[in-house]
């Protein structure tokens, strides 16, 4: 049983930060569960959407939009109350304006429904900076060629362009756009390596580098986390001035294809995926492993990635884990730093 058992969509919507009206979002969840309760223009932009799985988390598809309609100044008045971009006003007189843009965007959010949440979180390449650290270790080969299934906009493939600061360590040039602060790890040696090549798959990959992919990424960061959104702003700027290569195929058969071509002699292979994992099917996951074995005798080749234990532990706490083909190198947060690298040996 979950707690969304046998709720309404509007119930579902109210609870989904807990009840919890500490930041914008917590506000909004429950203003917008009250209006869609009493009739409102919210049942009107979610007719339809009544009998949703709770996974589709439709309540998060219509934030997005509303997020991307402040975002592009379309809604100056309720942009006041966004600390995304800069708003400052009291969340808890947030209804009248909100409502009223929501009459305005009936059919824009609607639409926006179609949209499934999509974020592609750049403070996770701490993570990969872990594991190819490790796995250049291991292997003794500094050149890298990095594939990564369910890329998104593919950000993380920049892993060199960004720099990163821990607990007496840093990486990564000190002039990037993005510095990822905060990633602690004391005793963390990073390895150097240079990607000689990179290229990711997804099955809805999407242009980052143009307004609209830009809207589109930052409209799925809750606003209360400005910090996340000014690391994918920087991120960003790294993208148009270094595209990367994004092909619309799912997991397996794309990373089964892509290893299908050696890469040049003394060039290391990593295959790396990050909170990708829990959404494909099994047995896409299974056949993704089993690609990578197949290669293992053609090349040298190492698969790191950033996942969520796999099945979840029952009770608990937990955090993703930092993985270097079959073992785990340590752990961090979804939203990445700070590392902590206490079970590397
Ligand atoms: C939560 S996002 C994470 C994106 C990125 N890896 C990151 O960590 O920032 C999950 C991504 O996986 C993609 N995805 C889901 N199932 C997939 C599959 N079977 N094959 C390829 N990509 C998939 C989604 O489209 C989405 O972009």
Redesign the pocket.
């Given at each position: 049983m979950s707690a969304y058992d046998g709720a309404t969509l509007g119930e579902r919507m109210g609870s989904h930060f807990g009840g919890s009206t500490e930041h914008l979002y917590g506000v909004l969840v429950r203003d917008l569960a009250a209006d869609w309760e009493r009739r409102g223009v919210v049942r009107d932009i979610l007719a339809g959407r009544e009998d949703a799985s709770p996974g589709d988390m439709v309540q998060l598809r219509l934030l997005a939009g509303i997020h991307r309609i402040v975002l592009r100044g379309d809604a100056p008045e309720l942009a006041t109350f966004y600390p995304s971009v800069g708003g400052t006003a009291d969340r808890y007189a947030v209804w009248p304006t909100l409502a009223s843009v929501l009459r305005e965007h009936v059919a824009e959010l609607r639409a926006a429904l179609d949209v499934a949440p999509?974020?592609?979180?750049v403070g996770?390449s701490v993570a990969l900076l872990a594991g190819l650290s490790e796995a250049v270790r291991r292997r003794g080969i500094r050149q890298v060629r990095l594939l990564e299934?369910?890329?998104?906009a593919g950000l993380?493939l920049l892993v060199d362009r960004f720099r990163f600061e821990g607990d007496g360590w840093s990486a990564g040039p000190r002039d990037a756009p993005l510095v990822l602060t905060g990633c602690a790890a004391p005793g963390f040696a990073p390895e150097h390596f240079e990607v000689v090549e990179r290229r990711g798959?997804?099955?809805?990959p999407f242009d980052a580098a143009t307004a609209q992919g830009e809207a589109h990424l930052r409209s799925f960061i809750w606003p209360h986390m400005p910090e996340r959104d000014g690391r994918l702003v920087a991120a960003l700027a790294t993208l148009r001035e270094h595209p990367v290569v994004i092909d619309r195929a799912?997991?397996a058969e794309w990373v089964r294809d892509q290893l299908a071509s050696t890469a040049p002699d003394g060039v290391l292979t990593v295959v790396w995926?990050?909170?990708?994992r829990q959404?494909?099917p099994t047995a896409?996951y299974v056949a993704m492993l089993s690609a990578i074995d197949d290669a293992r005798s053609r090349m040298p080749l190492v698969r790191v990635a950033l996942e969520d234990p796999h099945p979840l532990p029952a009770a608990g706490t937990w955090r993703p884990q930092i993985e270097v083909d079959d073992d785990v190198i340590g752990h961090c947060t979804h939203h990445g730093p700070p590392l902590d690298l206490s079970l590397a040996t």
């Open positions: 999509q974020t592609n979180e996770r299934p369910g890329a998104s993380n798959c997804d099955l809805e799912p997991a995926h990050s909170i990708t959404y494909w896409e």
